[in-house]
């Protein structure tokens, strides 16, 4: 049998093109970006002519982790006149040596993925002729699949997330589709529960069920939302304030033209046995319905729930500095301003989420260490949360090794306060907060491998990095057309 291509070159270990999640449409590949990645790639030439690897191999090894956020790093910095190797300290001999890429990438923390999704579409071969938003995307075609629809499913997302990750725990949460035919049910999420619970023997999927209290009369949810306690593993809530379009909310009810059901559905979840709620506050292409500006004073109106801000109010368009008063209306200092004005402190009842926030950020490492920076600060090395957003970005490994090597410049932390990222904090990032905010114990061991096996898979059976979400704003579009409400 003749050898694939992508057996020999699984692609760089970071992605650098686009993709969205279907919220928003994707960002531009700048000039700089493109040179990040030519720089990587000229760099992982040269480094494989000097060890005694295969292509494959190095390429799938933490030397080529190395190389890659190397380039990023070292390009920005040409690029601002700053000096090379302030985000991604990477010694030189790391893009040769495994071992010392390693040591720069720290130990392999636990991680818990609070932010997971799949698509459960209907692959009976009789649909398959039917009209899929993917079919004529290039990335919506997995290996040995011949239908586009099935690289989204249950199987697939679990390969991504614990076989091609470090990812040993994960929270399924809902998506802005509506909830008839929707491919990630309450049903569709149990099942991958129990699934898994039946491979491992453990709980290492909780589900974040979806909420949407002003679709219908609100007594009519609530009741919905007793049902699915009783009848699924729910571990917490799922909601949007800007979804589904026309019919927009807000969590402190302050507009009283909008459906007043914000504090009546934060009662409701604080008596639910699952008194969490994670709600989409940014990649919102401006929605005006998508500021995070209720968080504060519905957080502080009800210290029962503890609120998870997905994405913490970042969008995609805008860049990320300083708080400062003339910027506190745009991304995350959206969120800052809000907590900051309803005198919430570190520790309290609101976390931070970097969900699809660290996935574009990692290539824009000079915001990153501000939107990480400010994050820290206002809620406390225990109150931000680790999630990936994917399947849509594929495996989340390559955001895992950016976020383990990567650092918050010393002069910032002078300037700004903001504390340097030590290995303890990332590991709380990372996946010791999700659990405590859960109340779950942690599981570190991989599903059904040792960490050595799963090592080993990974060299011996290599597979591309690739991202699965739509790319371009006509993918986008096509994407929320089938999905008949994705905002």
Sequence with gaps: MATRWRDEDPGLPIAFGQCSNGEYEPERVTPIRREMERTARADADEAISRTDLSRREFLRSASAVAVSLAAIDNTLARALGLQPGIWYPFDPVSRHEAEAAQEALGPREFVFDVQGHLLEYDLDPSTRGDWFWGTNFPQARCEEEDDPRACFATNHFLEEIFIRSDTT???????????????????????????????????????????????????????????????????????????????????????????????????????????????????????????????????????????????????????????????????????????????????????????????????????????????????????????????????????????????????????HGYPELTRGIKAKILGWNAAALYGVDPITSPVGFTAADLEAARIEHPVPTMTWGPSTNEEVRQFRLHHQGWP
């Excluded at 991958?192 to 290492?204: H, I, N, P």
């Excluded at 909420?211 to 609100?218: H, K, S």
């Excluded at 090395?381 to 650092?407: C, H, K, M």
């Design 169 to 415: 725990m994960v929270a399924l949460s809902g998506l802005p589709i509506l909830p008839e035919g929707s491919p990630l049910s309450p049903e569709v999420m149990e099942d991958t529960v129990q699934m898994v619970k039946a491979l491992s023997g453990d709980d290492r999927i909780l589900v974040n069920a979806l909420a949407l209290p002003q679709v219908a009369p609100a007594q009519s949810v609530f009741q919905e939302m007793h049902r699915a306690v009783a009848e699924n593993t729910i571990s917490g809530w799922k909601t949007f304030t800007h979804f589904p379009t026309g019919i927009n909310w807000w969590l402190d009810d302050h507009d009283p033209n909008l459906p007043q059901v914000g504090n009546l559905f934060l009662d409701e979840v604080a008596r639910s046995g699952a008194p969490v709620l994670f709600v989409h506050k940014g990649l919102s292409d401006q929605s005006r319905y998508g500021s995070p500006e209720d968080i504060g004073p519905a957080a502080r109106a009800h210290p029962d729930v503890e609120f998870v801000v997905y994405h913490s109010g970042f969008e995609v368009a805008q860049r990320e500095g300083p708080f400062t008063a003339e910027t506190a209306h745009v991304g995350v200092n959206r969120l800052l301003d809000s907590v900051q004005k309803a005198g919430i402190g570190p520790g309290e009842n609101v976390y931070a989420e970097i969900g699809s926030t660290w996935w574009h950020l990692l290539r824009r490492p000079d915001e990153a260490a501000h939107a990480l920076g400010k994050l820290l600060v206002a809620f406390g090395e225990n109150n931000v949360l680790w999630g990936t957003d994917s399947i849509f970005y594929g495996s989340p490994q390559g955001q895992i090794d950016a976020l383990r090597a990567f650092q918050i410049p010393s002069d910032l932390r002078e300037q």
